[in-house]
């Protein structure tokens, strides 16, 4: 949103000049990977348009930036529970093994 690579970027769905959906996402270093990875840290549809593309649509645009960048691992988090969003990304992405722990606070 900067123009500096290492900050956030962002893309829209549109339609008929209302908003559909929105991702953010940022590139970041990586141990395992020199070349970095792509963190796609939102993604929302609005109710309305869910269903009908717009998420694989936005991150297929991330894919798309993320390989642009020479940086072709892309990752996300989602919670359990969030089965319709899992439905869709278990077409798109691999799930990975990894269970994510936060520091208490």
Known sequence: MSGDARDFHGLVAEADGRLLGLTHYVFHPNLWRPEGVCYLQDLF????????????????????????????????LTAETNYPGRMLYDRVAVKSPFIRYNRAP
Not at 46 to 74: K, S
């Open 45 to 76: 549809t609005a109710p309305e348009a869910r269903g009908q593309g717009v998420a694989r649509a936005l991150i297929e645009g991330v894919y798309a930036a993320a390989d642009a960048a020479g940086v072709p691992a892309v990752y996300w």
